[in-house]
T-cell receptor, first 115, second 114 residues
C-alpha cells in the first residue's frame, strides 16, 4: 500500500535561512509524489510534483523538492525562507493506475518562519 | 482565471438539519473530489466522481451523499449533521485519474454544527 510519512509536526526557521520539510514514502511501483501548501482557512495549493526525470523538481514560490530513490525521500526545500511561507505543508503520493488513483496525504508539517 | 469555487465559505447548521455545500469549477476537469478536513489534520477523501461515475470511500458515512448534475458542479449533502461533522470541506478537481495529475482545490467551506 502507498503511504507517506512527515516525521516533523512543526518546523521553525528564521527568515532568510534555508528551510527543509521532510517527507518519506512507501510505494509499490514508480512513485508519483506531490507537495501542497495550506494557508489558514484556505484550501490546498499545489506546489510541485515528481513524476519522472530530474531528481530536483522546481515549483511555485521558490520551492523545490529533491527526489531520492535510495532513501525513499522527497524533501521540500527553499534556499531563503520568508515569513509568508508560514503555513501547513502536505506531502502526498498518488495511488497507482488501476486503482482509484486517489491522493494519499501525509499528516502535514506546520512551518513557522520568524522574522 | 480557471478555478474551483466553493459556496458558501462558512456554513452554520443545526444538529440534524440537512445541509448542502456546493462546488463549481471552470477547469472543465473530469474528476471532482470531496474531502473532509478536521483541525490541522490531513484531508480525508469522502468520495469522487469520474465524469458521472460515483466512487464512495469505504469508510464514508451514509449520512454523506453527493450529486454531480453536470461537469461544472458538484454538491455535498449531509442529511443529518452531527457535532462530529463540523469540519472544513474541500472540493478538488483533476483533469484525469492517472498518477501524474495534480488536484486543484477550492478554498473550502467551514461547517459549524450547533
Amino acid at each position: 500500500a502507498q503511504s507517506v510519512a512527515q516525521p516533523e509536526d512543526q518546523v521553525n526557521v528564521a527568515e532568510g535561512n534555508p528551510l527543509t520539510v521532510k517527507c518519506t514514502y512507501s510505494v509499490s511501483g514508480n512513485p508519483y509524489l506531490f507537495w501542497y501548501v495550506q494557508y489558514p482557512n484556505r484550501g490546498l495549493q499545489f506546489l510541485l510534483k515528481y513524476i519522472t526525470g530530474d531528481n530536483l523538481v522546481k515549483g511555485s514560490y521558490g520551492f523545490e523538492a529533491e527526489f531520492n530513490k535510495s532513501q525513499t525521500s522527497f524533501h521540500l526545500k527553499k534556499p531563503s525562507a520568508l515569513v509568508s511561507d508560514s503555513a501547513l505543508y502536505f506531502c502526498a503520493v498518488r495511488e497507482p493506475t488501476g486503482s482509484q488513483g486517489n491522493l494519499i496525504f501525509g499528516k502535514g508539517t506546520k512551518l513557522s518562519v520568524k522574522p | 482565471d480557471a478555478m474551483v469555487i466553493q459556496n458558501p465559505r462558512y456554513q452554520v447548521t443545526q444538529f440534524g438539519k440537512p445541509v448542502t455545500l456546493s462546488c463549481s469549477q471552470t477547469l472543465n476537469h473530469n474528476v471532482m473530489y470531496w474531502y473532509q478536513q478536521k483541525s490541522s489534520q490531513a484531508p480525508k477523501l469522502l468520495f469522487h466522481y469520474y465524469d458521472k461515475d460515483f466512487n464512495n470511500e469505504a469508510d464514508t458515512p451514509d449520512n454523506f451523499q453527493s450529486r454531480r448534475p453536470n461537469t461544472s458542479f458538484c454538491f455535498l449533502d449531509i442529511r443529518s449533521p452531527g457535532l462530529g461533522d463540523a469540519a472544513m470541506y474541500l472540493c478538488a478537481t483533476s483533469a484525469g485519474k492517472g498518477e501524474a495529475y495534480e488536484q486543484y482545490f477550492g478554498p473550502g467551506t467551514r461547517l459549524t454544527v450547533t
